[in-house]
Each structure stands twice: as C-alpha cells, then as structure tokens.
C-alpha cells in the first residue's frame, strides 16, 4: 500500500498545485518512507507569499514534472491510501495528467474506512483518530507527518479487527463510489432507483450541481466514482455536504422538471429570432423570439449572433444582403456586381431571391404548436401539462390539472422548447391527452378528454414503428 498525503496552494485540482508530498511505501514487513516539496509554478508561488510568508522553501523546490517518473514508480500498482482520498487522488492524476501520464490505481479513504470499522464513533477526522487511538506525530499539516498518521491508522484498524473483517470492509470500499469527507454515507443508502431530479448542496445550502436521472441511485453513485470523474465534478465533488432529490413517474418528467427549474437561471432575459416579411424591404425582421409567433425562423443569444447567422445564409445562398437587412458596405450579391445596381428593385429578381431565402431558412423554422389548446403527457401516474411549448408543471389529478392551466405562464426556456420540440413527435398518441375541455377560472366542465383506446396490436405496431 501507499499511504499519501499532500500540501497544496488551493481547493481547486485543475485551478491550484501541489506543493508538497509524503509517501509511507509498505510492502509486507518493510516500510519505507518518501517525500518532496515541489515548485508549483511562478504564478501560484506569488499568490502564496501574499498570505504564506514561510513559501520562499518552495523556490528551489523540483517542478512536478522533474519527480513524476520516481513519483510514478513509487505509487504504480499500489493500494491508495489518503484521508480525503477523493481531494488527494485527484490533485495527483490532474498533476500527472498535465506531464502527459495516464494515473490509474485502486484507492481507499481512511474517512470511509474508519467510518465502517468505527460505527459508534461520530468524528472521523484526522485529529480526532489522533487523540482517539493516541498516535503519536511531531507536527501537523505537513505531507510526511500526515502520511504516517495514516500508517499508523492502518495498524491499528489491523490491531482491532480480523483480516477477513478488513478484507471484506475494503472489497466494499473498492468497490462502491469514494464520498467527500463531510458527506453522510447514509444519503446514498436512502436513494432510490427512481427517474427524479437531484441537486448536490455545499455547507451553506448552495447548489453546486443539478442533473436528472433515470436511475437516482446509480446516477449519483457513478457520479462520485473517481473512474467517472469528470472536469466538473472534481472541482465541486470534495464541497458537497448534502443531496437533495425529488422522484417523478418517469424520465419524461425529470428531464421537464429539470429543465423547468433552470428557467429564468440565466443572465439573458431574451432570446432573438427572425421575422420572414416578404411584402416589406427589408424582407427580414428581428424580433424577441416568441413561441406563438408565426413564420419565426431561429433561435438566438443575442442580436450580433443572429446577423451574422443571416449574413452567412446570404453569402451561402447568393442572397441579396440588402434584401435581408444585414448588409454591409462591401456585401453586395452576385447579381448586383453585374448590373451595378441592387437587382432587388426589379420585381422578378426581388421574387427569385424571396424563394431562395425561404428555401436556406427552412432548416430554422421553428415549428408552430401544433394542438389547439394544451396537452398533457402521460407518464404513469403523472400527467405532463403543456402549453404552446411551455411546461406548466404535473399533475395527478383534475383539480391540479385545473391549476396549472390558470398559474400564471413562466418564462420559456431554449433547452425546454428544444427537448419538446424533439419529445413530442416521437411519443405515441395514446400518451397525449387533449386538455381542451378542462374547465378554466373556475368554471365547470366535463373531465379531461382521453384519446380513443387503440388495440394492443396497432399500438404494439405504432411503438415498434417508433422505436
């Protein structure tokens, strides 16, 4: 095993350095014991001396780059042994990662192992396992120091318990997701092997990831799997101290739900699409996208990048750029160059580059909603309310059918319009129910309409059809 244990300038494994490491290499009956301090570069070396005056050591220190062969060799094929294995683990494969070597062992956090063969005890904390077990170590915070603390863990947990008791505690261990320290390990007992939303929470309650899952359970166990890892989730996963989560019927509604709550989470309040005018000059208009707007042909940020999406149509196209609106002082088509005028003027040729535009902004059409009133989606016992491209929320009853058609419409989401405008068209028929007599403000009505039931057979057809 190599029980390791380091210095860094930071939090951050992508963003901040090591700046010191200490090994306790054991191998059988024979212990043996390495570290360095390393030069984690000019930049990060500035920022600690603004608030570390002790840093000037790290100036003659070897980069991680004149250490990573020994340091390579020295861990290679061991078990990983760190408190906050997760935190120290990542550092190293992120340093290795920048010299161009791929770092892959087996890792086991002592937070976890101590947690497993000391249930009754409620700290896990290095300082606490010190004065529990009274280990014994001339100074604190420094990677060599600390590295012996952990072999001195490792004997005693082997002190306490039988090797098949450790065996089978660390098979676990290897097996199952390494957690953050701070995160309680009976959160990922209590999830559930449901479709639902979920959203990791720092110590003071801030969202520091949000997804959807099909599965809850095997969504955030692979989440904190270090083979999993992504760029993101190693610089937030050692922050996380909560989860919070919320089943739905199915993955239908936790992409909805999910998508729902980032409504109004951006810092543009509008997005931008164009107008198709062909009576007028120019024969295009931008205008705030709407999603009841007729014959409105994209989707865009911000004004700039719906010009130059236009200008590049015209340029593709050979469309008159003053026809458009977006032309500038050396856009002219084709056509113009060779009368020498905008050939635009003329009827016939206005016509013909009409057609031409209509033809190049058929591919940005965005489709009209296409039922008279709003829907709903069935998925089991839920039921999707949606209107003009809006969710409004589910429901599982008529009388909460009844209220989210008269809340007030939330503002529209691009992800949200574009996972229903793909969604829809793809479902069967028998999952759509028309909500056209559902009584609204109040009044009484007949209960919602339901579509025809279909036999088994053409539905088992439409379904196969689909798939």
Known sequence: IACVDLETSGLS?????????GIVLVDGSTVEEWSSLIHPGRDVLARRRLCSPGSDELSDAPKFEEI????YEHLAGRLF??????????????????????????VVCSVMLSRQVYPAESAHDLD????????????RHRALPGARLLWQFWKAVAKDHSVETVQRV???LLRGPVLPPGLDPALIDRLPDNSGVFALKAADGKVLHAGYAQNLRLRLINYFRLDHASRRSIEIAHQVRDISWETTGGVIGAQLKFKASRVGTSRRSSAYAWLFRPDQQPCMALIAWRPDEQDCYGWFLTERRAINALRRLAKQFGICARLLGVQRPSDRCDICIATRACACDHTATRLKHLTKTLAALRPLRNPPWPYPEAIGIRERTDLHVIDAWTYLGTARTESEVHDLLNARREEIDQSLYAYLVRTLPRLPRRRISPLHNV???GARGPRCSRPPRA???PAARREKRHS
């Open 68 to 71: 990573a062969s020994t340091l």
């Open 81 to 106: 042994v760190a408190h906050n294995a997760r935190f120290d683990y990542q550092f190293l494969r992120e340093a290795f990662r920048r010299v161009g070597i791929d770092f892959e062992t087996s």
């Open 128 to 139: 606490s396992l010190v004065l529990r077990h009274g280990f014994t170590t001339d100074i």
């Open 13 to 21: 494994p992508t963003r901040d350095r090591i700046t010191e490491i």
């Open 170 to 172: 660390i098979d676990g």
């Open 439 to 441: 009584p609204r403000d």
């Open 455 to 457: 036999s088994a057979a």
